[in-house]
């Protein structure tokens, strides 16, 4: 069974930071690439961070650029997402999935799998 599960998020003051996790199961970790999204209260969801095929470099959205870092771990069949400098804008649940960058009007990540964990929460107070 497939699975993509997040943790990490929680509660914090504004500038502060938190590292989510998206363990993964039941395909090839390393033959997909693992972005990030995130979906505020009365907002679509929309891309954080995802794989660039044009350059092999991780895409990251201008909101998040310079704050969020993206990293995994193949024999965890993890993927991270540290954010640093964290907004009260940031608050919204995070989720994971298959993505790649993709341009309709702009850049944006486009999941390659509409297969949804149930995210983690990240609050962060101002």
């Known amino acids: 069974e497939v699975q993509l599960v997040e943790s990490g998020g929680g509660s914090v003051q504004a500038g502060g930071s938190l590292r989510l996790s998206c363990t993964t199961s039941?395909?090839?970790?390393?033959?997909?690439?693992i972005g990030w999204f995130r979906q505020a209260p009365g907002k679509e969801r929309e891309g954080v961070s995802c794989?660039?095929?044009?350059?092999?470099?991780?895409y990251y959205a201008d909101f998040v650029k310079g704050r969020f870092t993206v990293s995994r771990d193949n024999a965890k069949n993890t993927v991270y997402l540290q954010m640093n400098s964290l907004e009260p804008e940031d608050s919204a649940v995070y989720y994971c999935?298959?993505?790649?960058?993709?341009?309709?009007?702009?850049?944006?990540?486009?999941?390659?799998?509409?297969?949804w964990g149930k995210g983690t929460r990240v609050t962060v107070s101002s």
């Open positions: 039941g395909f090839t970790f390393a033959d997909y690439h």
């Open positions: 999935a298959p993505a790649l960058k993709s341009f309709y009007g702009g850049y944006y990540c486009r999941p390659t799998w509409n297969r």
């Open positions: 794989f660039s095929t044009s350059d092999s470099t991780t």
